[in-house]
């Protein structure tokens, strides 16, 4: 079977590490047909903005995409590719495993969570205005179909993956309406599922336990900007953005992509670590059905991890973007 996925090269450093990752992906025998389509900061001259419409034209086409990063201007400008994107494909909930792998140095042992974002509203649904010349307001959207929806999403990945225990994180002791009705929404679906441990926690609370006892937690459930933040913590406890992969999941397209950023001044030089997005194509391959191919990835990613030979900077070696790939290639 051949498999049509689109794939979004992305800005800086986007098109070396996305090229790894596709390496890797046709390195495994399955069949897939790319579809790359351009967008972001390269594509704004031509056509005035960085999704254009041939973009979201290939995912609903192909329901699955491959995407590197892409550059959001700060304070000004367009809007976030990103959240637009989740938006307009109604990808309602952002899956961000964060796992312990072997030959990092890192705090922690034995770290195995999943962070499952609401990603479709809250602060991120962009309703914002000046009030006069000094202020300015931001409205929090939550509703309860999109908080059950994704809590929903939270329980059934543990039931899938064999999880104990499903966390909700919120501030509803004092966002009593809005993370309140987040809270009350995340209970009613616990009740479907008695199965799966349940409990809540305050997210200045939750931040400082992760750093204390992580390995005491396992599935989290969080509004868009707490999901946000708390998936770049849990990524700092396994080491780092550089081995972060991250899913938008909908019910119609998934676009898989790396949490961090496009990190323009690295651009062409093959240096930059490929791991995230390589573990994001590995996570993008169970969910088209290819779980042999994603276990394969995922076995070289650590064989390759424990003999250290092929590491790049970050990880305390010298190895090039698509050196590591080759790697990875070589253990497949």
């Given at each position: 079977?051949?498999?049509?996925?689109?794939?979004?090269?992305?800005?800086?450093?986007?098109?070396?590490?996305?090229?790894?990752?596709?390496?890797?992906?046709?390195?495994?025998?399955?069949?897939?047909?790319?579809?790359?389509?351009?967008?972001?900061?390269?594509?704004?001259?031509?056509?005035?903005?960085?999704?254009?419409?041939?973009?979201?034209?290939?995912?609903?086409?192909?329901?699955?995409?491959?995407?590197g990063p892409l550059t959001t201007p700060v304070g000004k400008g367009f809007r976030s590719v990103?959240?637009?994107?989740?938006?307009?494909?109604?990808?309602?909930?952002?899956?961000?495993?964060?796992?312990?792998?072997?030959?990092?140095?890192?705090?922690?042992?034995?770290?195995d969570l999943i962070i499952v974002r609401e990603n479709t509203e809250d602060l991120y649904a962009g309703i914002e205005h000046m009030v006069g010349r000094d202020a300015a307001e931001s409205i929090k959207?939550?509703?309860?179909?999109?908080?059950?929806?994704?809590?929903?999403?939270?329980?059934?990945?543990?039931v899938k993956q064999g999880r104990k225990k499903v966390t909700a994180v919120h501030k509803a002791n004092i966002m009593k309406l809005s993370d309140g009705l987040f809270l009350e929404s995340?209970?009613?679906?616990?009740?479907?599922?008695?199965?799966?441990?349940?409990?809540?926690m305050i997210v200045?609370?939750?931040?400082?336990?992760?750093?204390q006892t992580p390995e005491k937690y396992d599935v989290m459930v969080l509004p868009n900007l707490y999901g946000d933040i708390v998936?770049?913590?849990?990524?700092?406890?396994?080491?780092?953005?550089?081995?972060?992969?991250g899913a938008n999941i909908?019910?119609?397209?998934?676009?898989?992509?790396?949490?961090?950023?496009?990190a323009p001044r690295h651009a062409g030089l093959n240096r930059i670590n490929p791991l995230a997005i390589i573990m994001s194509g590995a996570l993008m391959l169970l969910h088209i059905g290819e779980?042999?191919?994603?276990?394969?990835?995922?076995?070289?990613?650590?064989?390759?991890?424990?003999e250290g030979k092929s590491l790049t900077y970050d990880l305390g070696g010298t190895t090039s973007t698509s050196g590591m790939a080759d790697a990875i290639i070589s253990k497949l």
């Open positions: 079977m051949t498999h049509n996925i689109t794939l979004i090269p992305g800005d800086g450093i986007g098109p070396e590490i996305s090229e790894a990752a596709r390496r890797v992906i046709d390195a495994t025998g399955v069949s897939i047909n790319w579809d790359v389509v351009e967008a972001g900061e390269k594509v704004i001259a031509e056509y005035g903005t960085p999704l254009p419409d041939y973009v979201l034209d290939s995912i609903k086409r192909n329901k699955v995409a491959l995407k990103n959240v637009t994107l989740r938006q307009e494909l109604n990808l309602y909930a952002n899956v961000r495993p964060a796992k312990t792998l072997p030959g990092l140095v890192t705090r922690y042992e034995n770290v959207i939550i509703t309860r179909e999109a908080s059950e929806r994704v809590a929903r999403h939270a329980f059934e990945l543990a995340v209970k009613n679906i616990a009740k479907d599922y008695p199965q799966i441990e349940f409990e809540d200045d609370a939750m931040c400082m336990k992760l750093v998936s770049d913590l849990c990524a700092g406890l396994v080491g780092g953005l550089g081995v972060a992969p909908g019910e119609k397209a998934a676009v898989f992509e790396p949490v961090h950023g496009s779980y042999e191919a994603a276990d394969r990835i995922s076995q070289a990613i650590t064989a390759v991890l424990k």
